[in-house]
């Protein structure tokens, strides 16, 4: 599933795909866009920020756009059969070396590039800004601490805290710290947390492969994460997965009780509460 690594990905290939070249024609699939035609434009950068992605032009704006679950950007030779369904598209951006489409993309916007900080600024820092610096690393550990009684599995995910952590680093890096995913904050080493999660997310940005565990052996690539069948990459063990978070901000987590002290659904002591 897209997390920041991915957007991070889909970012550089845009980048090689696009910038530099002017655009022959625009297609935006998207009711509110549906008149917009930049077809003459160049590609003046694209930019990722966590989990969102901009694509900016020489006219001063910049196309917003989010994978959320299942988005993708995918980029085409000319006249080449595209790999999704073209009911699925929702940009068309071509040129005469390429034809780059956005499949399945979510909260489409057009915003002068001045004014993307309205849909970004209240992130935390982005894991895989190229410039992070040890003042970014200290914000981010600042945002964790200020939610002591908050899961740390539910605040790995605010992206206020810091951007880019999807469900399966949140999972990998409960794992990592030892802890369990319901563990409060408080009881969990903010500075360790950032590092890892920066550390994971750094690794797997240049690839399309994820792994957390630094093997790509199919099977081998995560310690805990949709293990219930396999069990726990280190000790072996019978791996759980129960919800985490309400509503819409539920998610599957996966964890080994053995290897992850701490609180848990469904943990004997919860019994008469």
């Known amino acids: ?111 002068a590039t001045g004014e993307e900080s309205r849909l970004v600024g209240h992130l935390g820092p982005d894991l895989l800004d190229p410039h992070w610096s040890a003042e970014q690393a200290e914000a981010a550990e600042r945002a964790l601490a200020r939610q002591p009684r908050e899961q740390i599995g539910t605040a790995l995910l605010d992206q206020r805290v810091m951007a880019g952590i999807g469900n399966v680093y949140k999972t990998e890096i409960c794992f990592l710290l030892g802890v369990s995913p319901w563990t409060p904050v408080a009881e969990v080493d903010p500075a360790r947390a950032v590092a890892l999660a920066r550390r994971l997310l750094s690794a797997n940005a240049s690839r399309p492969q994820r ?48 290897c992850q002290p701490g609180p848990f659904p469904g943990q004997p002591s919860d019994a008469g509460k």
Do not use: N
Request: glycine letters at 8%.
């Open 1 to 111: 599933m897209p997390e920041g690594d991915t957007v991070f990905l889909t970012g550089a290939i845009l980048r090689r795909a696009l910038v530099g070249r002017r655009l022959t024609r625009t297609d935006f699939r998207h009711p509110a866009l549906a008149t917009v035609d930049l077809a003459g434009t160049e590609v003046s950068a694209v930019r990722t920020v966590g989990k969102h992605l901009f694509v900016r032009f020489s006219c001063e704006l910049s196309l917003h756009s989010h994978l959320r679950m299942d988005g993708s950007w995918r980029v085409f030779r000319p006249a080449q059969r595209w790999t999704m369904p073209a009911h699925q598209a929702r940009v068309v951006l071509q040129h005469p070396q390429a034809e780059v489409v956005g499949f399945r993309l979510h909260d489409l916007e057009l915003l």
């Open 211 to 258: 792994s957390t565990t630094g093997e790509m052996a199919v099977g081998r690539r995560t310690w805990v994460y949709e293990r219930t069948r396999q069990g726990c990459l280190r000790c072996g063990g019978p791996v759980r997965v129960a919800s985490q978070g309400a509503g819409v901000f539920a998610r599957p987590t996966w964890f080994c009780p053995r």
